[in-house]
Every structure is written in C-alpha cells, then in structure tokens.
C-alpha cells in the first residue's frame, strides 16, 4: 500500500527505457481492442505508448522517461502514475475477431 511508504522518494539520475513490441497473429484475425495513444507527463517523467495495427501484426511502442529528483513521500502517488499500478501504460487484453479469407 502507497501510504504506508516510510522512507521519501528519490530517483538517482535520468533514466528512459524504450520497448517495440511486435505480435504476430493469422492475417484472418482482426483486433477488436481499441488502442488508445498514451502521452503523459508529470514531475517524475513522462510515458509514451502508440499502437499500430497491421493485416497479421501489431506493433506497441512503449517509453518511460524518469527524471533525476528526490520528493517526500506523500507524492508516491504520482509517481505510481509514471510506473507503478497507476500507469496507463499498459498492453490491454487483445481481443480478435476472425475475418472471412
């Protein structure tokens, strides 16, 4: 549980991690997922995610950007936002639809 951090926050330097996710999938299949564009930023860094839908793949390119800083404790919940349980960057459930050939 967020509120029961004791110690304050602190982030030792710069960071950015980047993933490209590709998923493959038969050509007959189509997602019915509705992917959203994530692009959020606060104190802490910023998340990055775009989804692009292809005949037989989608390809998700995720980015988390943390900047150096040291904040109490009490603001655990925004970096919760960045990473953590409150991001919205994540991979939603796919759901597919199967298309005549």
């Known amino acids: 549980d967020p509120s029961d951090r004791v110690n304050p926050i ?8 980047v ?3 590709t998923l493959n999938y038969p050509e007959t299949w189509k997602p019915r997922t ?13 998340i990055e995610a775009s989804y692009t839908a292809s005949k037989g793949r989608l390809v998700i ?10 904040a109490p404790k009490e ?3 925004a970096l919760l936002e960045i990473m953590g349980s409150g991001s919205k960057l994540v991979i939603p459930h796919l759901v597919f639809e199967v298309t005549p050939n």
């Open 10 to 17: 602190r982030i030792p330097y710069d960071e950015t991690v």
């Open 75 to 77: 603001e655990i919940d």
């Open 19 to 21: 993933k490209s996710i």
């Open 34 to 46: 509705a992917f959203e564009k994530v692009d959020f930023e606060n104190k802490f860094g910023r």
């Open 61 to 70: 390119k995720q980015k988390v950007s943390l900047n150096k800083i040291r």
